[in-house]
């Protein structure tokens, strides 16, 4: 076996390690048609726990926010969960707003047993129809009348005699009284008794018109005092009358609500507001007297007078007579308003109206003595949102105030609604990120929720979480109404979440994704004819939904086979290494090669990243070329400077480059074209390094293997071709079959490495070689030709370097000394 066959074999992986297979035969079933279809939590144990405790504690800020990426079940095990305990809790009480007689603007908010609040809305609209009936028919009765005309008569009567008192004493002065609608009228009478006329009068003498007006000066004089003695009387006449009808309408009203008093005695509340109610009856009993006018036609409804009775009305806000336990309220759309509730206005006249009977509550509200379940980014996204939660917790009321009252500049009147006593708990569910930003900036958020439940998107393949996914499988089956799997589709979905783990010993939680295989196999299932979803349905569903998507990866791979990529897959050259990246295109990720090439010359500048001096390296990336700089000095420079120029970089990319998964493959171009030795180009790297020289781990790495094996098949299979990869990585392979199909036939390799040593004998067929005692290398390994080269460099570069200016210290005076002699 030739020598660098053996220094590769040594770090090949074998076929069997490339995959976790999932035997079919495994499984304890036929179908999922045989499985209990449970929805259930597959693997969360912390998050299962946390979320317990959370539910239990009743104490101040200790709310929920559930962490998780979406897709994990977390709402969904949330909301059953929660739905569960409150199951268990007491129905919590109905609310309501009545109308505030003393201060109309600030409605009163009662509380009522759950189912109350209805039945006392009921019967109050009935109390309110038998009054206006009742006082109706009291208004109409002739006993009622009667009464009322005795006491007008009794006034009438004594007002006659004042007027009959009056004109006695007209009489008296020669003067005839008349009543007319603009007032009293004095009319002087001769001693016949006629009416004096002006001519008349003109013709009398002056002492004659004079003896008339003195009479007429006194008779004015009682004329005045007989009109403020009656109208004392109408006054009292109106006060009698008005105090007949209290007393009337008082003894007609009291028993009704007296009866509702004592049916809602347990409620101080409801006995004061209708002890207020039949005070405000008697007072308004004008609007219980007719039946209100028909409403005028169109254009003008709203000019008929109607009594205003809505301030009788029950305003039942929250109704909780029909459930069995707390309430579990799901806002979807977390507004202001939808979460805090609204005071509602509507046209009359050009103007905005209001009253108590357009308060709405919100979530906050309805979840009260229960739960609320609210999804964090769209409470955020929502102004005035987020603080308005906060307010309410941190008070432990729900005060009802529209956003145009906090941004207005000038105060408008509107309602002031008594606020509703809280005693709830919130369960955000959101991302670890935002969680990670509120409990950094916000204060108020570690104190106000102090339970983090946190999903995980992975969890341990075991037996039970197998069982878990099959249980999951059948229940979603069953819950849509798709065929179900057998055994062998089964086990490719497991194959599949082990994927998307990118780990042979876990799978995925993020259900989302493996549910849409699921619908997607159950409809091509439909579409073979089959009465069952088979292996072949599941994996024909992985590969339409690969090919549905990667249309810019075939792209770049005709670019590479028809040469505009520049790519070698095959030969050998110094300096020049394929590496490996994953580009990604929101729902499709995929691998992709790129050419790394490295140059050194003469210099000291040290290794230049190309990319970094266009600005299109990334903060990581350019760490990693840092680390690999350390690493050249650790390695080579002990005994001497490193002397070099270098320059790295990837070609033809035309866009930013980071991440350190390519710092082992710029290494190993450089290590490459300082030796002189020629890499295999049928090899391609990933890895980063650090600087000890230690290959570390990457992510993608499927991705990026399965690529590489995707332009090698293209441009055409050596035998002799494949990726190397970080030994750490191997318990993340899940290629696909045809990857390991390749393998097993030996036309493409997987190796696996753990030092940059290892990495250079593989690339190279070369020993690295290990440095002994005194620092040297073997001869011939490439550590030797690389240090060797560095040394030649090293002293080019001395060779050419202008010798430094030596200055003489000594002074003027000296040096003049010297002459002299």
């Known amino acids: 076996m030739p020598p660098e066959l053996d220094l590769r074999m040594r770090h090949r992986v074998r076929p069997e390690q490339l995959r976790w297979i999932c035997d079919p035969n495994t499984l304890p079933f036929r179908t999922t048609a045989e499985l209990k279809a449970d929805e259930v939590i597959i693997g969360q144990d912390r998050a299962v726990r946390a979320l317990d405790l959370g539910l239990t504690i009743e104490q101040p800020g200790y709310n929920i926010y559930i962490a998780g990426p979406v897709g994990t079940g977390r709402t969904t095990y949330a909301t059953k969960k929660v739905q569960g305990v409150a199951a268990t809790r007491p129905v919590p009480p109905d609310w309501c707003y009545l109308y505030n007689f003393p201060q109309p603007d600030q409605p009163i908010a009662v509380s009522l047993s759950p189912g109350q609040g209805a039945q006392f809305r009921k019967d109050t609209e009935r109390l309110i129809e038998d009054l206006k009936d009742s006082i109706r028919k009291l208004f109409a009765s ?81 004329v005045s005092e007989t009109l403020r003695k009656v109208r004392a009387l109408e006054r009292e006449a109106r006060d009698a009358v008005r105090d007949l009808e209290q007393q009337a309408v008082r003894s007609t009203a009291s028993d009704p609500i007296a009866r509702m008093k004592e049916r809602y005695g347990g409620n101080l509340k409801i006995v004061e507001w209708l002890d207020q109610l039949l005070a405000d009856i008697v007072e308004r009993r004008d609007d219980f007297k007719e039946a209100e006018e028909p409403a005028p036609p169109f254009p003008f409804p709203m000019l008929a007078r109607r009594p205003d009775r809505r301030r009788y009305e029950v305003n039942l806000v929250v109704d909780n007579g029909q459930l069995r336990g707390a309430p579990a309220v799901e806002e979807p759309n977390p507004t202001y308003y939808n979460l805090l509730g609204k005071v509602e206005y509507r046209g009359e006249f050009g103007t905005l109206v209001t009253d108590f009977t357009m308060i709405k509550v919100g979530a906050l509200q309805h979840a009260n003595g229960g739960f609320l379940i609210l999804q964090v980014k769209d409470l955020l996204m929502n102004p005035f949102t987020w603080e308005g939660l906060k307010r309410a917790l941190k008070s432990g009321e729900a005060r009802i105030e529209n956003i145009g009252e906090q941004l207005g500049v000038v105060p408008t009147a509107t309602l002031r609604p008594e606020p509703i006593p809280l005693n709830l708990k919130v369960i955000l569910i959101g991302t670890p990120m935002i969680f990670q930003l509120l409990y950094t900036l916000d204060d108020d958020f570690r104190k106000l929720f102090k339970m983090k439940a946190d999903f995980d998107i992975e969890v341990d393949r075991t037996d039970e979480t197998m069982a878990g996914y099959a249980s999951a499988v059948a229940a979603i089956c069953t819950k849509h109404h798709l065929r179900a799997f ?12 082990a994927r998307l783990a990118e ?59 028809r040469g505009q990529l520049l790519m070698d897959v095959s030969g050998t050259k110094p300096g020049q290494v394929n590496g490996l990246s994953v580009l990604a295109l929101g729902d499709y990720a995929f691998g992709h090669p790129s050419r790394i090439t490295a140059r050194t010359y003469v210099g000291s500048r040290g290794v230049v990243n190309i990319e970094r001096e266009t600005d299109l390296s990334g903060r990581v990336h350019s760490k990693g070329v840092a680390i690999l700089a350390a690493y050249m000095g650790g390695r080579y420079a002990q005994e001497r400077p490193l002397s070099l120029n270098a320059s790295l970089t990837f070609e033809q990319t035309y866009s930013e480059v980071d991440g350190d998964s390519a710092s082992s493959t710029e290494l190993y171009a450089l290590v490459s074209e300082l030796a002189g030795v020629p890499i295999d180009q049928g090899i391609a790297v990933t890895g980063s390094v650090n600087q000890k020289g230690e290959v570390q781990p990457i992510g993608g790495v499927n991705e990026k293997i399965e690529g590489f094996y995707q332009v090698c098949k293209v441009i055409g299979l050596t035998g ?6 970080p030994a750490q990585n191997l318990p993340n392979l899940m290629l696909r079959e045809d990857v390991i199909e390749a393998v097993r036939q030996n036309k493409f390799h997987i190796w696996a490495v753990r030092s940059i040593d ?36 090293g002293e080019r570069l001395r060779r050419f370097m202008p010798l430094p200016r030596t200055t003489d210290a000594r002074s003027d005076e000296t040096r003049n000394d010297d002459k002299e002699k």
Do not use: C
């Not at 799978?507 to 295989?517: Q, W």
């Not at 009465?531 to 599941?538: E, F, L, Q």
């Not at 620092?775 to 030797?784: D, K, L, M, T």
């Open 142 to 222: 002739e006993q009622f009348e009667s009464r009322r005309t005795q006491t007008l008569q009794s006034f009438e009567t004594r007002i006659n005699e004042f007027w009959q008192e009056l004109e006695q004493q007209a009489r008296g002065l020669g003067f005839l009284v008349q009543r007319t609608p603009a007032g009293i009228a004095t009319v002087p009478i001769g001693p016949s008794g006629e009416p004096i006329t002006p001519d008349v009068f003109a013709t009398m003498s002056d002492a004659q018109r004079e003896d008339i007006q003195r009479r007429g000066r006194e008779l004015q004089e009682g």
């Open 486 to 497: 057998d055994r062998g589709a089964v086990a490719r979905i497991l194959e599949h979440a």
């Open 503 to 561: 780990r042979q010993d876990r799978l995925s939680t993020r259900f989302n994704e493996v549910v849409e295989i699921v619908f997607e196999a159950d409809a091509w299932a439909h579409r073979a004819g089959r009465d069952v979803v088979t292996g072949a349905d599941v994996v024909t569903a992985i590969q339409e939904k690969i090919y549905r998507s990667n249309r810019v990866e075939e792209k770049l791979r005709e670019l590479i086979a």
């Open 720 to 725: 002799s071709q494949g990726v190397m990869i």
């Open 758 to 793: 290892e990495g250079i004998e593989v690339l190279t067929g070369l020993p690295a070689g290990a440095a002994d005692g005194d620092g040297v290398y073997p001869e011939g390994s490439v550590n030797a030709l690389a240090s060797r080269r560095l040394a030649h460099l």
